[in-house]
């Protein structure tokens, strides 16, 4: 998966990313009453035009992306002066209100999230092999404090096409499993079915439940 998902990059086979902001998030992120100041997660970032949509409401955002080429990439097509450092393992790169941090989710610690009070999840979960998102709810839930607030969008496809990926198949069914644990889950709305993908996306609110991961 990691090797794939860098040659993606390194080849331009990057459909999955959109050229303006996404729907969902504009429709339900002024729901969840994140307070202005509040540093936001976003994992398994890429160049997501969403992290900027997030810095213009006045968070801070801190994604995390595996692809050097991604970030490039998306400071490249900003404005503003970029600044550059290290907090091993990771390289950061800071544009305004952005930080983007190159290196493997997995490896961020507790200790570098203390300043994150909420969370976003387009293309994380759903770019994740089935044995590989219960270690990544399971890290979610232990970077992000209890109270604090966060949007996920997945994909599911119809019964009986739900092979392949990513991006992978994830019902909500498997989205609770995953995340009440941890978290309190609601639904908020299914998309119409994607034409030609067999895709359906389902959009959650998430509330992190107490310290008990």
């Not at 339900?28 to 994992?43: D, E, I």
């Not at 398994?44 to 490039?72: F, N, T, Y």
């Not at 290196?103 to 089935?130: N, T, V």
């Not at 993908?197 to 439940?209: D, M, P, Q, T, Y």
Request: charged residues 25%; hydrophobic residues 40%; glycine residues 10%.
């Amino acid at each position: 998966m990691t090797r794939e998902w860098l040659d993606r990059w390194r080849e331009g086979r990057i459909g999955f990313h959109r050229h303006e902001a996404h729907p969902a998030l504009i429709r339900h992120w002024p729901a969840l009453q994140v307070r202005a100041g509040t540093k936001v997660l976003v994992p398994l970032c890429g160049k997501s035009l969403d992290m900027r949509w997030l810095a213009q409401r006045d968070h801070p955002v801190l994604g995390i992306e595996l692809s050097s080429e991604a970030i490039e990439q998306f400071v490249n097509e900003g404005v503003g002066e970029i600044s550059r450092y290290r907090q091993e393992p990771f390289s950061i790169c800071r544009q305004g209100s952005v930080e983007l941090w190159c290196g493997d989710f997995f490896h961020f610690h507790i200790d570098q999230a203390a300043e994150i009070g909420a969370f976003y999840d387009r293309a994380s979960l759903i770019a994740l092999p089935p044995a590989t998102r219960q270690r990544y709810a399971f890290h979610l839930a232990q970077l992000i404090p209890p109270g604090a607030c966060g949007l996920l969008i997945a994909l599911a496809r119809e019964p009986g096409d739900e092979t392949g990926g990513p991006p992978f198949h994830v019902p909500g069914d498997e989205i609770r499993e995953l995340f009440e644990p941890n978290f309190q889950v609601t639904h908020l709305e299914d998309g119409e079915p994607e034409e030609g993908s067999g895709f359906r996306e389902s959009v959650w609110a998430l509330v992190r439940r107490g310290p008990s991961v």
